[in-house]
């Protein structure tokens, strides 16, 4: 069992910085996979990012490419996402998701949040002028 807490986020303007960090404790002898998803009021909780267990790959949707950047500090079971040229659509509550899973995934896995098991509460982030 791990347990996720999220911190940062909050309010920018558009083309403004922010980051999100989350921190994994508990059993944390295992690796895991890592990802954020974000959820606006009324609409469905969509992918982010994900990273791999080592840290040499990610994944990004679309539309935060180029823009948001994720990483990983295994030596502290953190995972970062640094949001630059933040937009109002990127307002949302964001939330941290791990897996567990031992098995080889293939890239599209990463993107999926019915393989992560693990969540975070949730932190807001708002932009807006």
């Known amino acids: 069992q791990v347990q996720l807490v999220e911190s940062g986020g909050g309010a920018a303007q558009p083309g403004n910085s922010l980051s999100v960090s989350c921190a994994a404790s508990?059993?944390?002898?295992?690796?895991?996979?890592m990802a954020w998803f974000r959820q606006a009021p009324g609409k469905e909780r969509e992918f982010v990012a994900a990273i791999s267990r080592s840290g040499g790959r990610t994944y990004y949707a679309d539309s935060v490419k180029g823009r948001f950047t994720i990483s990983r500090d295994n030596t502290n079971e953190t995972v970062y996402l640094q949001m630059n040229s933040l937009k109002p659509e990127d307002s949302a509550v964001y939330y941290c998701?791990?897996?567990?899973?031992?098995?080889?995934?293939?890239?599209?896995?990463?993107?999926?949040?019915?393989?992560?098991?693990?969540w975070g509460q949730g932190t807001q982030v708002t932009v807006s002028s």
């Open positions: 998701a791990a897996s567990s899973d031992s098995t080889t995934w293939i890239s599209s896995y990463y993107f999926q949040k019915n393989r992560y098991r693990y």
């Open positions: 508990g059993r944390t002898d295992s690796r895991y996979r």
